[in-house]
């Protein structure tokens, strides 16, 4: 089979070369990280499910159909600046550590939500509410574009090689408890507000939550040294600065294309399957369905079968990782992207019916082959790029991946269906993104239990470490 393998010199380590990092220090490390993903997707979730209500907040004006399309319209659109912010803040990271630039996008993560809840309404300054709505979003993209990338870098730089797919899960592990957080604040929301209070001031306190979480995240990530991998990388300071001013960074990104193209297409099968479950499906179920075939559920039993759902996934999430740990990552790639091709329609077609047990066994479906993706992308991607661009490659990558092809599903696909009246288009839509996930993961590498690219091997105990020299056969060519 046809891999992409790092270009690395082949080198026989010695047990001084071995990087051993102490557990409390990688558990701090990975709460560190998983942090910021909390408070992304809290936002995430809290967004989704007030969808109805900021639309009525925001964009009542415009009538229902419009005003449901301009609501998802700025969503996306945060989606439009994540590369940018990939683009500023991954060479950043590369240059002057990946703790520093986590800290800096956690702020402005945390302040873009905060300043949503503190928007008046269309009511109150007509055109400027959305337009501030805007600004919020375009500093929450920009910020995340610089977040995730190098909160995957920083676990994957600390994890020792041989349980990198566990520890690495638990950056998922924080995503789905973010979004889970997100449903449930909501969910309490609507049953002990009434509507006139969630549109004159309940739907703020949400938002307002994202400022707690953010101080947290980042009092955790600057009271963490940077990864052992960052730290070598330093010694080499002066021909490494001089480099990135010679744009040397660039090009060499540039030469490893075929990397990033491996890794913008395990982005779009992973992504596309995420946003189609959180995003898209909970208006489709209770809004799209119904107004075309009289089916799909209450938006109260939805918002409940979703979070059952998450929650099923957040507890399978550790178990997956710690498997491919065993079994390698390919193997569970490979089982989540025939699962979306040869399951998209019946996913579809149980979540179109009016049967709440049906509707949960497709969603439940859709989240168990996401978490096939979730639970080893984390530590999947990184290994595509060497230490000294790592950072600047995985940011990129992954954010113009999201932007052009994720990120945008539930727009895409919502304006496909109302065009063509065709209830189907969820389906081909995880298909395509299937089959760009079969085309990349055929070319990777198995990472499993490999040194990160351009670092040393790294090992948990003494006794580890020695394994791993003890283990050496000849330097691979």
């Not at 707690?212 to 490494?240: C, I, N, Q, W």
């Not at 089959?435 to 006794?463: D, T």
């Amino acid at each position: 089979m046809a891999v992409l393998v790092p270009r690395e010199r082949p080198k026989r380590w010695s047990l001084d070369d071995i990087v051993v990092t102490d557990p409390p220090i990688i558990r701090r490390a990975i709460g560190a990280a998983s942090i910021g993903n909390i408070t992304e997707w809290y936002d995430f979730g809290v967004y989704a499910y007030f969808e109805p209500t900021i639309k009525d907040v925001f964009f009542s004006h415009l009538g229902d159909t419009a005003g449901t399309i301009a609501t998802f319209g700025l969503f996306a659109v945060a989606f439009l600046v994540r590369p940018f912010g990939g683009m500023f803040f991954g060479p950043l990271a590369d240059r002057i550590g990946r703790n520093k630039v986590l800290a800096t996008t956690m702020i402005l993560m945390a302040a873009g939500t905060f300043a949503i809840g503190c928007i008046p309404d269309q009511n109150t300054i007509g055109i400027w509410a959305p337009m501030l709505l805007l600004c919020a979003r375009l500093l929450q993209g920009f910020s995340t574009g610089g977040e995730y990338g190098n909160a995957m870098t920083f676990i994957a730089e600390y994890a020792p090689d041989r349980r990198r797919g566990f520890l690495g899960s638990w950056l998922e592990f924080g995503t789905f408890t973010g979004y889970l957080l997100g449903a449930l604040v909501v969910t309490l929301a609507d049953a002990t507000l009434t509507e006139d209070q969630l549109l004159s001031w309940g739907w703020r306190l949400p938002f307002f939550v994202a400022l707690p979480l953010g101080a947290v995240g980042v009092y955790l990530r600057m009271r963490l040294a940077d990864t052992p991998a960052f730290a070598a990388l330093e010694k080499e300071s002066e021909e490494r600065e001089k480099a990135n001013k010679t744009g040397d960074e660039a090009k060499i990104l540039a030469r490893l294309w075929p990397y990033v193209l491996v890794c913008m297409g395990l982005v779009v099968v992973w992504n596309v399957t995420n946003y189609m479950l959180t995003s898209y499906m909970p208006t489709y179920v209770t809004s799209t369905v119904p107004d075309s075939t009289g089916g799909g559920v209450s938006s109260s039993a939805s918002q409940w079968l979703q979070i059952a759902v998450m929650a099923i996934a957040l507890l399978t999430i550790p178990v997956i990782g710690l498997i491919s740990d065993r079994i390698g990552r390919k193997p569970i790639i490979w089982t989540g992207v025939i699962a979306l091709v040869v399951l998209a329609f019946p996913m579809v077609l149980l979540v179109r019916t009016d049967n709440a047990f049906a509707v949960f066994l497709g969603l439940l479906m859709m989240g168990l082959t996401l978490i096939c993706f979730s639970a080893t992308m984390p530590s999947t991607l990184p290994s595509l790029f060497p230490t000294k661009v790592r950072g600047a490659g995985l940011s990129v990558s992954f954010n113009v991946a999201v932007s052009l092809f994720a990120g945008t599903t539930s727009v895409v696909v919502g304006a496909l269906v109302g065009a063509t009246g065709d209830l189907n288009w969820p389906a081909y839509y995880l298909i395509i993104a299937g089959l760009v996930g079969a085309v990349s993961v055929y070319f990777l590498q198995e990472p499993n239990g490999r040194h990160m690219w351009g670092s040393a091997p790294a090992a948990q105990s003494e006794e580890e470490a020695r394994e791993l020299i003890g283990s050496q056969g000849e330097p691979a060519s």
